[in-house]
């Protein structure tokens, strides 16, 4: 079934240790997002990729990082964890240059930091 | 820049009652307009979307909205509310392009037995 995949489902972290969020999917679209989802405050873009080997800074983007090497894959870094990162993780693509702006979703990453 | 309001962070109904979710958008220029819906522990999926063509959008599991310009709404609706429909629910906005879906902070809607 085409869509997002994202690896781990959930990751409890000790503070202070690095972490990388694994996104993927297999419908061949352009652009990539990392979201935060914190209750009351609905969904806030982390980092966002255009295109393969594009990134750009959402609205809470620090101590945060991506990568887009290829069109399938977005990793999301956490270079040392701080509980405030405690969240729960969603990727999303879409395909502008189709005309179809709305965005497909991955399960989330629960992330629990410590 | 285009946002969306959504009225009501808590929506309770009693089973079988009407769905009503409200959202109010902001956009210089006729917008895309889409609804999605979130079940506990998963992510969001797309309910309906509206792209200029008919201003009535049916959706997924009897879901519909519609697009008034002059109220600047969206708002989703359901006539028979039932307990699997307990979820929170985000509407969104775009002009068009990549990076520029802004959703709303979500209703949560719990469904009373």
């Known amino acids: 079934i085409a869509g997002i995949t994202q690896a781990p489902t959930s990751q409890i972290l000790a503070a202070g240790r690095r972490m990388t969020l694994r996104c993927t999917q297999d419908?061949?679209?352009?652009?990539m997002y990392w979201y935060r989802q914190d209750l009351g405050l609905g969904l806030r873009l982390i980092h966002y990729?255009?295109?393969?080997?594009?990134?750009g800074k959402g609205e809470v983007p620090d101590g945060y990082s991506v990568s887009r090497a290829n069109t399938d894959d977005f990793p999301l870094t956490l270079a040392s964890a701080v509980p405030s990162q405690t969240s729960v993780y969603f990727c999303?693509?879409?395909?502008?240059?189709?005309?179809?702006?709305?965005?497909?979703f991955g399960s989330g990453t629960r992330l629990t930091v410590v | 820049a285009q946002s969306v309001t959504q009225l009501g962070s808590h929506v309770s109904v009693s089973e079988g009652a009407l769905v009503l979710l409200r959202c109010n958008y902001s956009?210089?220029?006729?917008?895309?307009l889409f609804w999605y819906v979130q079940y506990p522990n998963q992510g969001l999926q797309l309910l309906l979307k509206?792209?200029?063509?008919?201003?009535l959008v049916k959706g997924i599991n009897g879901f519909e909205a519609e697009f008034k310009k002059s109220e600047t709404s969206f708002h989703l609706t359901k006539p028979s509310a039932h307990m699997s429909d307990a979820a929170e629910y985000f509407c969104?906005?775009?002009?068009?392009?990549?990076?520029?879906?802004?959703f709303g902070t979500g209703t949560r809607l719990t469904v009373i037995p």
């Open positions: 969104a906005v775009t002009l068009g392009g990549a990076n520029n879906l802004f």
């Open positions: 999303a693509s879409s395909d502008p240059g189709t005309g179809n702006y709305g965005y497909t």
């Open positions: 509206y792209t200029s063509a008919a201003t």
């Open positions: 956009s210089s220029v006729p917008p895309y």
């Open positions: 419908m061949r679209h352009n652009a």
């Open positions: 990729s255009n295109t393969a080997g594009t990134t």
